[in-house]
């Protein structure tokens, strides 16, 4: 139980909202430990043997039993799950029980990454997500997630809002996951009770509502705008729908819900429409707060599609044209269905299928990561970098070694390896059969390629 009390507005604020009764059952939840629950990536299969149970609106979540750590687990370093409070990945079942479809989609708000890693799953090859983080520190972080989960999918940006404008009805979906007042976090993070004032509220209404007057209009026609918040209050989450379709031209869109799920369904009546939202209790639902919403931008809005760019030109990134590509994919493994550039020497791979809105997107936003960075080429010999290790792609002419626990953690802790059997040269290191990083051997020594910010310090 915490012992730092609730601000008294806020209890009021969830009385008007709840009654007094179920306010109380509120309460007690919000002082009960909170569950811990991971995401598993479909890509990247592995055995659990930690205890766990089904989230119901996820076939891919999972509650465990108990909080293992994580950080001496390899497999979570392999990209093979994202630890991510359960209520969040009800956007798996808005995505697949609405069937929307595949395209270019944008997490405007994406750092850490827990939502993009979604999205990135949910896309697979048949999509291109922008993730994008306005604070640069986060962005790093953002980008080492989706480098772990590794699909190649994803570009990572680097941000405001405002930078997105001349990107008007260019993507398929648009996620905007606000910055909010956190009330949904005072279980999980009792420290932000002691932040939470009715003035931080208002404060948080007016940048959400700079920060949707921008993706409003980023939405395609017929594409779908997701707004999410961890919070309760009405201001930051109701009166967003209000502001959103006063602004835009947006059609409700209403999820099918399971009612042993106790997920609580509100309206919001505007321009003679009913929009719904939805909202997370901890007291009802097994997952932290949390509130979300999604909309249908009407079919006369515009649409933004990607114009072949003559003579693409970049200030950073260099244009790799089909003959140099065909001895890439040959040298490489790889099938053709890749699109590459450079960038500060190093090769990055894109698929062909976005190509035209990469180049797009290029122009107008900074770019911190984007497709799989392959490395270096000296002369013929490629110096592989860590974010192909962890892609999906083949790494075709490169020996493997596997490792045990024990051995892993000393390659993630970048401590000194001692391996029988080790081929000479580049070799691969798997753990449960899934890419760690590159070690080199030298046949006297091995040096270990693992980034140095990554290591494990525990
Ligand atoms: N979607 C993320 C996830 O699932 O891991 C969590 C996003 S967090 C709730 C909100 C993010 O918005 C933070 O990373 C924060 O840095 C970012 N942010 C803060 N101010 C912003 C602004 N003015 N415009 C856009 N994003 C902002």
Known sequence: MSDILLPAAFENQMIELLGKEEFAAFKKAIDEPSKTSIRLNSAKPIEIDWEKSSIPWSDQGYFLKDRPSFTLDPALHAGAYYVQEASSMFIDHILKSLEIPAGVYLD?????????????????????????????????????NIVKWGLGNTIVTNNDPEHFSPLEGFFDLVLVDAPCSGEGMFRKDPQARSEWSPDHVALCELRQKRIMDQAGALVKAGGCLIYSTCTFNEKENEDMIRFLTDEFSYEPVRITLDPDWKIRE????????????????????????????????????????????????????????DRESAVLDQELGFDGSGKYYTLNDSYFRISKDWSLHFQKLSQHLSLKYFGVELGKKQKSDWIPSHEWALSLLPKVGFAQHELSKTEAL?????????????????????????????????????????????????
């Open 108 to 144: 405007l708000a994406a750092a850490p990454g827990g939502k993009s890693t979604l999205l990135s799953s949910y896309l697979g090859e048949k999509g291109l997500l922008v993730a994008n983080e306005v604070i640069q520190s986060r962005a790093q972080i953002l980008k080492e």
């Open 266 to 321: 509100t309206t919001v009546n505007n321009d003679g429409k009913t929009f719904f939202g939805y909202r997370f209790f901890p007291h009802l639902v097994n997952g932290e707060g949390f509130f979300i919403t999604i909309l249908q931008r009407s079919e006369d809005a515009y649409i933004q599609e990607p114009k072949r760019i003559k003579d693409f030109k970049h200030l950073y990134l260099k244009e790799i044209f």
């Open 410 to 458: 000393d390659f993630l802790r970048k401590n000194e390896l001692d391996l029988a059997d080790l081929p000479i040269g580049w070799v691969l290191m798997t753990y449960q059969d899934l890419p760690l990083g590159w070690v080199k051997n030298l046949g006297n020594r091995i040096n270990n390629y693992y980034p140095k910010d990554w290591r494990i310090r525990m």
